[in-house]
């Protein structure tokens, strides 16, 4: 069975401090999305990284896809309270197949 | 353009009872999704359909719920009779594959049904 495993689960940091989360798996992905929900929401797509080694910027957003393709990261600089919320990754298993991540939970405090 | 519309928005029903969520995707995607989320878990697949025809439904707990895209544009989510378990939101997703030297795909949700089975 294939997991993503998302790091850390709950995190809370001050406006303007920089943060970076986590989504790791022994398994290989075709693609990998990052998504963004708010409560009452569904996930709002962010980013699609589909090469190993791949980094994609937005705004103060940076996210990389793994090398082989098995993990990714999300970088936020200068966090801002409308960054809070539940970050999502998934990753295609094949092209139409998305595994989900655990989830990290973000607060950024004014 | 409008996104992924979801029907309805809550619903409340008692366990045996009968429950049909609703999925408007976005106009012209194929591929149409159905996931779940139960609380305190990740959001899970349930099935996938390319215009009417069921591609993968290897998601679905049990023969309780049934999945329907008549016509290839909105598609339903019968959950007959509902249990306790079934409580969750139910999140529907389109999309439509871009193609080029690699291709993939990018799905976009809807705001999902939270069901409730009381």
């Known amino acids: 069975t294939q997991l993503l495993e998302q790091s850390p689960q709950f995190l809370s940091i001050q406006e303007g401090e920089n943060l970076t989360v986590y989504c790791n798996s022994s398994?290989?992905?075709?693609?990998l999305q990052w998504y963004r929900q708010e409560p009452g929401e569904g996930p709002v797509l962010l980013v699609t990284?589909?090469?190993?080694?791949e980094v994609k910027k937005l705004k103060r957003l940076t996210f990389q896809f793994g090398d082989a393709r098995k993990d990714s990261s999300l970088h936020i600089t200068a966090a801002q309270t409308g960054d809070t919320g539940l970050y999502l990754c998934?990753?295609?298993?094949?092209?139409?197949?998305?595994?989900f991540g655990t989830g990290t939970r973000l607060k950024v405090l004014a | 353009e409008a996104g992924v519309t979801q029907f309805p928005s809550h619903s409340v029903i008692e366990k045996g009872q009968t429950v049909t969520l609703r999925c408007d995707p976005i106009s012209g995607h194929d591929n149409l999704y159905w996931y779940r989320r139960v609380m305190g878990k990740e959001i899970k697949f349930l099935l996938h359909?390319?215009?009417?025809?069921?591609?993968?439904e290897s998601g679905m707990p049990n023969n309780r719920f049934l999945a329907e895209r008549t016509g290839g544009t909105y598609s339903t989510l019968k959950v007959q009779p509902a249990e306790l378990e079934d409580s969750g939101v139910y999140f529907c997703?389109?999309?439509?594959?871009?193609?080029?030297?690699?291709?993939?795909?990018?799905?976009?949700f809807g705001p999902g049904t939270r069901l409730t089975v009381l």
């Open positions: 990284v589909v090469t190993g080694g």
């Open positions: 398994s290989v992905f075709s693609s």
């Open positions: 998934a990753g295609a298993s094949g092209t139409y197949k998305y595994i």
């Open positions: 359909f390319v215009k009417e025809s069921k591609q993968d």
């Open positions: 997703a389109s999309s439509q594959i871009r193609v080029g030297i690699l291709s993939y795909n990018e799905q976009f």
